[in-house]
């Protein structure tokens, strides 16, 4: 398996920050990283694909960037409909894994 | 419009197997490309993913789960089976499915299911 090491767990940030959250992956690896949000009892919704190509409809304000074992999702400017948990996956392996999670919640 | 919807037991006992219908609408398994997998996350904690299988029949596990874990698929419905056997209380979670496709090379869920919370509890 490879596993997806996101930091931190979690943060506090307030509305117009710009946040950025960290993904390692236990081996290198090229661009078969997602990132994903979810909002509680809600189902995770793709913002990333291959590092950083923004899914349709996904405000320009998230970006992704990366390689090797280290990859990044950047919030350039909250929003409140942001605060919310962000989990990375890789798919370069034929069993995919998640990261743990990041929970953004407010200052 | 792409939509899915897991469906089956709510409760089932220790020892009991699992077995979850993804049914979906908007897409066809039958499409190079594309798969249908299934994710489950715990109260609470993270999402964890369980496997896949493609258009081709093509199946991947979890090697956690590997021994226990059986995943189907019924083109002509629309439908993926999940069976997950010898269930513990440690397999309560919510249930996901997702399709699954290529996008400039790198495979994404880009559709998921709305969740199904299963417990296991004698």
């Known amino acids: 398996d490879i596993q997806m090491t996101q930091s931190p767990s979690s943060l506090s940030a307030s509305v117009g920050d710009r946040v950025t959250i960290t993904c390692r992956a236990s081996?290198?690896?090229?661009?078969?990283i997602n990132w994903y949000q979810q909002k509680p009892g809600k189902a995770p919704k793709l913002l990333i694909y291959a590092v950083f190509r923004l899914q349709s409809g996904v405000p320009p304000r998230f970006s992704g960037s990366g390689s090797g074992t280290d990859f990044t999702l950047t919030i350039s400017s909250l929003q409140p409909e942001d605060f919310a948990t962000y989990y990375c996956?890789?798919?370069?392996?034929?069993?995919?894994?998640f990261g743990q999670g990041t929970k953004l919640e407010i200052k | 419009q792409i939509t899915l919807k897991e469906s089956g037991p709510t409760l089932v006992k220790p020892t009991q197997t699992l077995t979850l219908t993804c049914t979906f609408s908007g897409f066809s398994l039958s499409t190079s490309g594309v798969g249908v997998g299934w994710i489950r996350q715990p109260p609470g904690k993270a999402l964890e993913w369980l496997g896949i299988?493609?258009?081709?029949?093509?199946?991947h596990y979890s090697p956690s789960l590997k021994s226990r874990l059986t995943i189907t698929k019924d083109t002509s419905k629309n439908q993926v089976v999940l069976t997950l056997t010898n269930m513990d209380p440690v397999d309560t979670a919510t249930y996901y499915c997702?399709?699954?496709?290529?996008?400039?090379?790198?495979?994404?869920?880009?559709?998921w299911g709305q969740g199904i919370l299963v417990t296991v509890s004698s």
């Open positions: 996956q890789q798919t370069y392996s034929t069993s995919f894994t």
């Open positions: 299988i493609y258009w081709n029949d093509d199946k």
């Open positions: 081996q290198s690896f090229g661009n078969y």
């Open positions: 997702a399709r699954s496709r290529y996008n400039f090379g790198v495979a994404e869920s880009d559709s």
